[in-house]
Nanobody
Framework: QVQLVESGGGLVQAGGSLRLSCAAS????????VGWFRQAPGKDREFVAA????????RYADSVKGRFTISRENAKNTAYLQMNSLKPEDTAVYYC????????????????WGQGTQVTVSS
């Protein structure tokens, strides 16, 4: 069973940056595709970014393209989400998720989830 633990969330002013980490244990991280999702109060969970197991393919939501960067270090069993030029509308709980197979933007496709980390961007 794969366990995922997110960290790095916090309170930041608009225009600032944060780097989220997703540490994996209990499985072969290097064989897993990783996605980042977020959920704001009263809204559905939405796709943010995803990265193939090899790191060779990435996908981003239009709302974060050019501002966020997803990456991974398989030797450290960790994935990252670098978030720059943050906006108040980026405020949400951010979750990392993992799955073998296709690189998907659909939350229901992912098998493993972390507990989430809060990101709050003040205006």
């Amino acid at each position: 069973q794969v366990q995922l633990v997110e960290s790095g969330g916090g309170l930041v002013q608009a225009g600032g940056s944060l780097r989220l980490s997703c540490a994996a244990s209990g499985g072969t991280f290097s064989s897993l595709n990783v996605g980042w999702f977020r959920q704001a109060p009263g809204k559905d969970r939405e796709f943010v970014a995803a990265i193939m197991w090899s790191g060779g393919i990435t996908r981003y939501a239009d709302s974060v393209k050019g501002r966020f960067t997803i990456s991974r270090e398989n030797a450290k069993n960790t994935a990252y989400l670098q978030m720059n030029s943050l906006k108040p509308e980026d405020t949400a709980v951010y979750y990392c998720a993992a799955v073998r197979g296709l690189l998907s933007i659909t939350p229901a496709y992912y098998d493993y989830w972390g507990q989430g980390t809060q990101v709050t961007v003040s205006s």
